[in-house]
Structure formats: C-alpha cells, structure tokens
T-cell receptor, first 118, second 115 residues
Framework: AQSVSQHNHHVILSEAASLELGCNYS??????LFWYVQYPGQHLQLLLK??????LVKGIKGFEAEFIKSKFSFNLRKPSVQWSDTAEYFC????????????????FGKGTKLSVKP | GAGVSQSPSNKVTEKGKDVELRCDPI?????LYWYRQSLGQGLEFLIY????????KSGLPSDRFSAERTGGSVSTLTIQRTQQEDSAVYLC?????????????FGSGTRLTVV
C-alpha cells in the first residue's frame, strides 16, 4: 500500500535556527503534495501544496518545500524558525490516476512535532 | 458556511454505547472525508464521499463504523457498541470536488472518549 513517511517524530529547535522536515512517499506515479500544520488547540491548516511546475513551492509564514521526484521526497524548510512555529506538521500525498484525477483521499504521514524554544 | 463545522466538539461515552458524529461541510463542496487522529498515529483515513455516494469505504476499521451523507451536504459518522480503542479525534474535511484534489479544509474535530 502507498504510504507517506515523516522521518522525525519530534524536532526541538531554538529560535532563528533553520528547519528541514523530511517527507518521503511510496508511489511511482503522478502525485499532488501537501504540507498541513496543526497549531496547539487548532485545526489542521494548509501550509503549502505542489501540483506541477516549479518544484520549489513557497507557502505561508516563510515556509517552502522542494519536490524531488527522483527521491520521492517533499521536504519542508524554513530558514529561521520562530516560537510561533511550534506545531505539528503533516505531509500528505494525493495519488493521481491516468487522466490526472485523484484516486481518492489524501494519504497522510504520522506528523512531526516541532517545538521552538524562545 | 464559512468553514467545516463538526459537532459535538467533545463526546464522552460509556463502552458499548452508540455515538453519532456530525459534519457540516463548506457550502458547495461536493467531496467530504472522515479521518481519525490518534496520538502518535497520524491521520487514519476512514471514508470518502463524492456527493451522497461513498466510492471508498476501505478505511472503516470494522462493521461497527458506518457513515452516510444526505443532500450532498451534512454527513454523520456512527460508531456502534463503542470500544475504548475508538477513543480518538474524528476529523472531517471537505473539498470542492474529489476528482481534482486541490486540498482539503478541515473541521476542528470531535474528541471522542470511551470510558
């Protein structure tokens, strides 16, 4: 079965440190890729998404992600984290069929909890 | 509505009782999804509706779980004879349509505790 792997369960950083969260998926076909964020006590929100074109995608709050097709990866990055970035981050994949349509639901990774120390 | 609305926000029930969880998607969104979020387990897919039909029920964990959607809008997830392992946050999401999946909008979830 197709799956999404997030390598780090919990990442602890100091403010101003750089962030990279890993995400790999197992599917040989075309995909749409997403990162969602869940701040403490809040619902899941879309951070950024990749459908096609430039593999470097910029999202909200200074986050970006790079799609590397050969590595089946979609890592999330931020040059300088802030205390307010403390949250749980989820990578998700939508598998696309022959005609480019989704094969159904998004497949989520297990999430990476980010704690930023002030 | 402006967002995806779920009710109740919290539910505590006794083992063996039935529960109903409700989801009201964004107006005009034809695709609706149910997920379950357990500690350390990420988001587990349960069921997906396109309109009123459910093309994919593969994620329902057992026959105690069922879901329906009426009028292409509100959906209800029912868990019969609840067990302690059913304790989790149940999330609903909707999207404009399912074929071209541009991403979901999530509700705040229902936290279910089975005691």
């Amino acid at each position: 079965a197709q799956s999404v792997s997030q390598h780090n369960h919990h990442v602890i950083l100091s403010e101003a440190a750089s962030l990279e969260l890993g995400c790999n998926y197992s599917y040989g076909g075309t995909v749409n890729l997403f990162w969602y964020v869940q701040y403490p006590g809040q619902h899941l929100q879309l951070l950024l998404k990749y459908f096609s074109g430039d593999p470097l995608v910029k999202g909200i709050k200074g986050f970006e992600a790079e799609f590397i097709k050969s590595k089946f990866s979609f890592n999330l990055r931020k040059p300088s984290v802030q205390w307010s970035d403390t949250a749980e981050y989820f990578c998700a994949v939508s598998l696309l069929g022959f005609y480019g349509g989704s094969q159904g639901n998004l497949i989520f990774g297990k999430g990476t909890k980010l704690s930023v120390k002030p | 509505g402006a967002g995806v609305s779920q009710s109740p926000s919290n539910k505590v029930t006794e083992k063996g009782k039935d529960v109903e969880l409700r989801c009201d998607p964004i107006s005009g969104h034809t695709a609706l999804y149910w997920y379950r979020q357990s500690l350390g387990q990420g988001l587990e897919f349960l069921i997906y509706f396109q309109g009123n039909s459910a093309p994919d029920k593969s994620g329902l964990p057992s026959d105690r779980f069922s879901a329906e959607r009426t009028g292409g809008s509100v959906s209800t997830l029912t868990i019969q004879r609840t067990q302690q392992e059913d304790s989790a946050v149940y999330l609903c999401a909707s999207s404009l349509e399912g074929f071209f999946n541009y991403g979901y909008t999530f509700g705040s979830g229902t936290r279910l505790t089975v005691v």
